[in-house]
């Protein structure tokens, strides 16, 4: 039966945890707060460490606070992260994605620093500065910088908080095996996309949507074990997703046979770090989504498919296709996701009766159990200061009164 | 009949086909032998990434599920533009230059985007009686295609 707009705008008649005011997903303000309360406080993957294999090689990374960092492999094989911009009238120096440089030398004046951030030269330093500035106090602004497993390259804006081991924990030891090998990227592409980086993210926290996806139902929403497989939540808002073997042949002719070592053959696996990074194995192929939150119904995604180094052309060749054919850019299943979260924020318009989402489906935990994000929004609501399901106290208050 | 216009007119009639859906018409204009590559050069890793490489065969079985998948409520118009047409091999096969420009238009509304822009670089075979493509590289200009597409460029 349909809704007035009194029951449509009534809370739901649930527990707190299950489910969430939509503006969450809309209000600029609360996109604002996300960035300094969230954002500027975590772990973000920058780039993978076969992106800038040799020394002096670089890569920039768009932060969420809205910073371009650059990343640099010293001399010393380290990589190091700054402020990409020069000390000088804080102009950008470089443009490029990636490249090579010994130095980097602002386009601007001509300031030079060195791969460890050090300014290296001031075109007539004494004759414009006297002793008021000179080279040793005008550094670039590092950032910390940690390589994680996997060969990930890891940042985080804030000096002040946890270590990288810490805040990921041991989210990631389902995969362990899997991200020990010697890891290279072979597949990078962005898609910008007119949503809300909690409804990518969303997605990626349950199998609830495999109805969506052809492939999926054809696959393993029609397996035995299916509905056996458990979330298990992590500290700081992480999740994993117990493994399954995919049986292929329904949607493809044949089976997947080309295993990921540490895997067996058509091994699925999900891993979800807070908050917007996911590993997803489909052996042979692996996949690492990465979010740049661009506004509060704007959000760029980066999918890095990844491959073994040095691996045997056809492995490489086969791994591609599986790859290509579900999660490449014209690949059968990412659009289908992609879309369904636009129209999301389509639907979800900052109007005058915002709806509520619901998380509330309860299956002790297993597939399509909504748990996944229940406790991202756990972490969420800790971290932010504001309960997801009434994020501007309204509710609340009007209870109290 | 005039071999480049013979050549230029499959090229179009190949974009028409996708426009409007009809794979088994695109596939008719393919050669047995047919391969399909989306190639796009990545500026991150500072090198050429394959977005798809098919055969006639597996072009065909992925033609078959996209009907079956979700997809966004768009018609598609592809603009190639034939530049150069290089015969070798005595005449028997042609290579074709083209520049295409691709934009979405939604149904609910009628707004038209800019989507992609691209090169095709054709391998027709003439061989045989009416030219068919012997091969298709799409290489990418645009590499953010926001919600993608999973009909073939």
Known sequence: MSRTSKQWA??????????????????????????????????????????????????TFLH???????????????????????????????????????????????????????CIDIPRETQGYGDRICKANVGLREVRCERGLGGF????????????????GDALEDLQVELSQSLEVFHYHQAIIETNYKLWHDTNRELYHDYMHYHNRLTGLGQKGYFDR?????????????????????????????????????????????????FILRAPSMRVDTMTPLGANRVMIEFRGLGLKNEPAGDRAERLMEHNNLWGPLGLNLHEDLLANELQ????????????????????????????????????????????????????????? | MNADKEISDLVYKSC????????SGYLSLCAPDYRYR??????????????????????????????????????????????LIEYEDGGRRAKVFSGMQLFKTKLDGGETRLYAVCRLNDVVDLSNGAPRLLSRE??????????????PF
């Open chain 2, 16 to 23: 028409f086909m996708l426009d409007e859906m009809d794979f």
């Open chain 1, 230 to 278: 458990v979330y298990h939540p992590y500290p700081n808002g992480h999740v994993q997703l117990d493994s399954m073997e995919i049986q292929y042949q329904a949607y493809r002719g044949k089976q997947r046979t080309l295993t990921w070592p540490g895997s067996k053959a058509a091994c699925h696996k999900l891993i979800d770090i807070f908050p917007g990074t996911t």
């Open chain 1, 153 to 168: 390259i890891w940042v985080n804006i804030d000096d002040a908080s946890e270590s990288l081991t810490e805040f990921i």
């Open chain 2, 138 to 151: 799409v290489r990418m200009h645009t590499r953010q295609l926001g919600t993608g597409t999973q009909v």
């Open chain 2, 38 to 83: 989306v190639v796009a050069y990545s500026p991150e890793l500072r090198k050429d990434m394959v977005w798809q490489d098919v055969d006639k065969e597996a072009m065909q079985h992925h033609l078959e599920l996209v009907p079956k998948h979700v997809r966004e409520m768009v018609s598609v118009s592809r603009f190639p533009t034939v530049y």
């Open chain 1, 10 to 59: 009534d809370q739901p008649k649930l527990p707190p945890t299950h489910y969430v005011n939509s503006r969450i997903y809309t209000d600029d303000a609360i996109h604002r707060e996300e960035i300094e309360k969230i954002f500027n406080r975590v772990w973000l993957i920058a780039c993978h460490e076969s992106e800038l294999p040799n020394k002096f090689d670089y890569r």
């Open chain 1, 345 to 401: 924020t389509d639907a979800m318009r900052d109007g005058v009766e915002a709806a509520y989402v619901l998380h509330a489906r309860e299956e002790n935990n297993t597939t399509q159990d909504e748990i996944g994000m229940r406790q991202y929004y756990a972490e969420w609501g800790r971290r932010m200061g504001r309960s997801p399901h009434d994020p501007y106290g309204k509710a609340t208050a009007a209870v109290a009164a």
């Open chain 1, 64 to 118: 969420p606070s809205g910073r371009s960092l650059l990343l640099i492999r010293g001399e010393d094989d380290s990589v190091r992260a700054f402020y990409n911009t020069c000390s000088h009238r804080g102009n950008r120096l470089v443009q490029v994605p990636a490249g090579n440089a010994k130095r980097i030398t602002c386009i601007f004046h001509h300031w030079s620093y060195d791969p460890k951030g050090a």
